[in-house]
């Protein structure tokens, strides 16, 4: 007796949505497309929104910056919710072993009094930078135009938030989670006249109302200089003096912004490559708010860097000035 | 060592959504390439020489990709195999 094998083959009658086979043709496709593409609603509002009656729920006019297509401005990771979140867990996975790495052996807590008091001086109070970012991210979220750029500005809100945990357990393993150190640094921003400026800039973004001025303001060019300026150059101080306990944390937070810098770039590149128009504002934004933060920082700059502060900036400048030139910027 | 066999190579991955950006990297990478729909699988076809690009793939894929990532997918293949960091080469390579 002989056995035939054969496999049937049914084809589906279609492989993906009709919005999405419209864009990419009949074809599977991804969880990254079905996410994002034409998600969010366009047409037949029923009202208007009370706190902005002369545009509609989601409207493209709440941005100076025009684009035929919203949904060009691709995140490049391509993140939704379900890989957005495996990532983000397998990365925590691995802050949580150094963190308790560090944590053991007391690592900052067997830290010179002086170095504390540097980390919880310049360091820490950052964590209200991250509020703020979170801050700025949501105001992107909320009044961004196309799920392609209001979902990963959600996510990077949640980004945020973890960000300034990351910064606060830094503090708690200076101060032997008592606290204090905490307590220090909102005092800090909030009161001491090193980082007025930085906070007054950061709040001057809170109250822009353009979203995409946010989203240059932020996450261009603030992220753009604080990063590299803390996370870097002081962290380079600091471990000049005292070891390198702080920099294997402050390592997560440079790959994150590297990381996001990918999703950044892409957003800012194709924005800019749409119009000349586009490419006008959007330098105009780099260089204005590139000459507000700038000075901002000088203070806490000098404050942990001392005379080498100004090379640190200028070096922060510099890199900033060749990502926007390179993303097609006029800076 | 010659290559010029224009011989078909093939690679069958699983039809699911870990290898819709690998065969999207084969499809731009190997303009000769046939994509062949079965259930469940996906079978490329390619004369004398296939390859795959890690730097392709990540595009598709939006992370960081290890061509080794591919074995878990991987149901069947035909040609010699070159594997690099950087590609992933199926050819008949004649002695």
Known sequence: ?331 | MATTSTQPVFIALQANNDTLPIIEAIRQDNPQAVVHDYPAMVKIDCPGRLVIRRETVEEHLGRAFDLREIQVNMISIAGNVDESEDEFTLEWKSA
Request: proline share 4%.
């Open chain 1, 1 to 331: 007796m002989s056995v035939e094998i054969r496999t049937k083959g049914v084809k589906p009658l279609s492989n993906s949505f009709g919005h999405l086979q419209r864009r990419f043709g009949d074809k599977p496709a991804t969880r990254y497309q079905e996410a994002t593409y034409d998600i969010q609603s366009t047409a037949n509002f029923h009202y208007k929104p009370l706190w902005d009656p002369a545009r509609e729920m989601f409207d493209a006019r709440r941005t100076a910056v025009m684009m035929k297509d919203w949904y060009q401005l691709k995140d490049p990771r391509q993140f939704y919710y379900g890989n957005y979140t495996t990532t983000r867990a397998r990365q925590q996975d691995a802050i949580d072993r150094t963190l308790d790495f560090v944590e053991k052996r007391d690592l900052l807590r067997s830290l010179s009094q002086d170095i504390r008091e540097r980390i919880v001086h310049t360091i820490v109070p950052l964590r209200h930078y991250e509020w703020g970012a979170n801050t700025n991210s949501a105001h992107v979220s909320a009044y961004g135009y196309g799920t392609a750029i209001t979902s990963p500005a959600m996510m990077n809100t949640a980004d945020r938030l973890g960000m300034a945990q990351h910064i606060s357990r830094i503090g708690l393993l200076v101060d032997g989670n008592s606290g204090d150190s905490l307590l220090a640094a909102q005092a800090l921003w909030t009161g001491h006249a090193d980082w007025q400026p930085l906070r007054r800039e950061v709040e001057r973004m809170f109250v822009t109302r353009d979203w995409f001025e946010v989203f240059v303001a932020q996450l261009l060019v603030a992220d753009a200089l604080v990063y590299p300026l803390f996370f870097q150059q002081i962290d380079a101080a600091i471990a000049g003096a005292s070891g390198s306990a702080l920099s294997s944390l402050s390592d997560a937070l440079m790959r994150w912004y590297e990381e996001t810098a990918k999703w950044i770039d892409a957003v800012i590149k194709t924005a800019a490559a749409e119009s000349p128009e586009n490419k006008a504002l959007l330098s105009g934004w780099t260089v204005t708010w590139r000459n507000r933060l700038l000075p901002a920082l000088v203070p806490i700059a000098q404050r942990a860097l001392g005379n080498k502060a100004e090379d640190a900036l200028a070096a922060a400048a510099a890199a900033l000035d060749a990502r926007a030139a390179k993303l097609g910027l006029t800076v």
